[in-house]
């Protein structure tokens, strides 16, 4: 008797994903760079689950001798072209991605902040900085140009730990 059987890695890229957020929070002065972590799991729990769906799909709909040629195809692809076709392919063009929808809005976040992390191309900034007083224990406030605040606001480490426990729900939705 012929079977067929794989071997996944998403399971516990997830349940790795799961854990990390607990160990991300941030102190009084620093984002906890444990986020990275969390960053670089969390999408290639995405991408293996994506492409676990393809491969799934490749396999029921192709001659087994073809199967690959015409998965491959579709991995090929980024990940959010991915995450766009995926839902189309497993209904057989009955059902679209909702890209409005909160879970996919989630984990094209998480996808451009895989990218910024693994593709860091961190420029230097020339910014002026206005110092205030010295204060009663001889520490000075200082006030950050806006554009600079703004990179700050938007740095990778300062995701949320409620963020990232709704990315790893997505990731579960999406594992269902």
């Known amino acids: 008797?012929?079977?067929?059987?794989?071997?996944?890695?998403?399971?516990?890229?997830?349940?790795?994903?799961?854990?990390?957020?607990?160990h991300t929070e941030d102190d009084d002065a620093f984002f906890n760079s444990n986020k990275y972590?969390?960053?670089?799991?969390?999408?290639?729990?995405?991408?293996?689950?994506?492409?676990?769906?393809?491969?799934?799909?490749?396999?029921?709909?192709?001659?087994k001798a073809d199967h690959k040629r015409?998965?491959?195809?579709?991995l090929s692809m980024n990940?959010?072209?991915?995450?766009?076709?995926?839902?189309?392919?497993?209904?057989?063009?009955?059902?679209?991605?909702?890209?409005?929808?909160?879970?996919?809005q989630t984990l094209i976040n998480l996808i451009k902040l895989r990218n910024e992390v693994a593709h860091s191309k961190d420029f230097y900034k020339e910014t002026d900085i206005d110092y205030g007083e010295l204060d009663k224990d001889g520490g000075r406030s200082f006030l950050l140009a806006?554009?600079?605040?703004?990179?700050?606001?938007?740095?990778?480490?300062?995701?949320?730990?409620?963020?990232?426990?709704?990315i790893v729900s997505s990731l579960k939705h999406s594992a269902r």
């Not at 008797?1 to 607990?22: C, D, K, N, Q, W």
């Not at 995405?46 to 676990?52: I, P």
């Not at 015409?70 to 579709?74: C, I, R, S, V």
């Open 1 to 22: 008797m012929e079977m067929h059987f794989v071997f996944t890695s998403s399971r516990g890229l997830i349940e790795s994903a799961e854990y990390l957020p607990a």
């Open 37 to 63: 972590s969390f960053i670089l799991v969390a999408a290639p729990s995405l991408e293996s689950l994506l492409n676990e769906g393809i491969i799934s799909w490749a396999f029921r709909h192709f001659p």
């Open 70 to 74: 015409h998965a491959t195809a579709f």
């Open 79 to 104: 990940l959010s072209k991915k995450l766009d076709v995926l839902g189309f392919l497993l209904s057989s063009g009955k059902l679209i991605t909702d890209n409005e929808s909160k879970i996919y």
């Open 146 to 166: 806006y554009d600079i605040s703004k990179l700050m606001n938007n740095h990778p480490l300062s995701i949320e730990q409620e963020k990232c426990q709704f």
